[in-house]
């Protein structure tokens, strides 16, 4: 049982370039989310699943979208990455909305130049 | 808007120490709270978490007690281990709201 699954772990980009991150969970979970989290701001919800074909801006949202695939998978894409999206994300997902406990995959650490 | 504060870090204790790490929220609603712990180099994990009021959630030795007078939730164990050296977060999730808030985090060194 592999939980919440994350690729890649590590990326580096070029400002500008686009890149998509990959989630996919096999809890049979109604909804997802992305998160960032940076130094000091603790984790702060970029864009969120309800359940499968919905999805809500979170806190941070811009310069990102996002796509459920199916009930399984969820992936952020970043269209023209800039550096003040050099961050770590990590997915999540949980059975239904809050207050549910959330499970994370094990992060991708996105670095851009 | 909700939000949860939480001590600031990074906290360093000797192994035994006695440990309390602080989280006070702020709600609209009736929110259920939570701690996560994250080892180095991985994602966040359920330590504990409690429903309502007066609720007490419990794992591994950690405690902590769902204080709707204080609007409080702070984490204790009472004999902490090299092995507990981690980030904790204190987190909030309400019914209807879909989101979930986060503190910033505590980071604990335990020293053997």
């Known amino acids: 049982n592999a939980g919440v699954t994350q690729t890649p772990k590590f990326q580096v980009l070029k400002t500008g370039q686009s890149m998509t991150l990959q989630c996919a969970q096999d809890m049979n979970h109604n909804s997802m989310y992305w998160y960032r989290q940076d130094p000091g701001m603790g984790l702060r919800l970029i864009y969120y699943?309800?359940?499968?074909?919905?999805?809500d801006k979170g806190e941070v949202p811009n310069g990102y979208n996002v796509s459920r695939l199916n009930k399984r998978e969820f992936s952020l894409r970043l269209e023209s990455a800039a550096p003040s999206q050099t961050s770590v994300y990590f997915c999540?997902?949980?059975?239904?909305?809050?207050?549910?406990?959330?499970?994370f995959g094990p992060g991708t650490r996105l670095t851009v130049l | 808007g909700d939000s949860v504060t939480q001590m600031e870090g990074p906290v360093t204790l000797s192994e035994e120490a006695f440990l309390t790490i602080n989280c006070t929220y702020t709600?609209?609603?009736?929110?259920?709270l939570f701690w996560y712990v994250q080892y180095p180099g991985e994602g966040l994990q359920l330590l504990l978490k409690?429903?309502?009021?007066?609720d007490k959630g419990s794992n591994k030795g950690f405690e902590a007690t769902y204080r709707k007078e204080t609007t409080s939730f702070h984490l204790e164990k009472g004999s902490v281990q090299v092995s507990d050296s981690a980030v904790y977060f204190c987190?909030?999730?309400?019914?209807?709201?879909?989101?979930?808030?986060f503190g910033t985090g505590t980071r604990l060194k335990v020293l053997a």
């Open positions: 987190a909030l999730g309400t019914s209807g709201t879909y989101k979930y808030i």
């Open positions: 999540a997902s949980s059975e239904r909305t809050a207050p549910d406990t959330q499970y």
């Open positions: 699943s309800a359940s499968e074909g919905t999805t």
């Open positions: 409690a429903t309502k009021a007066d």
């Open positions: 709600a609209t609603g009736y929110p259920s």
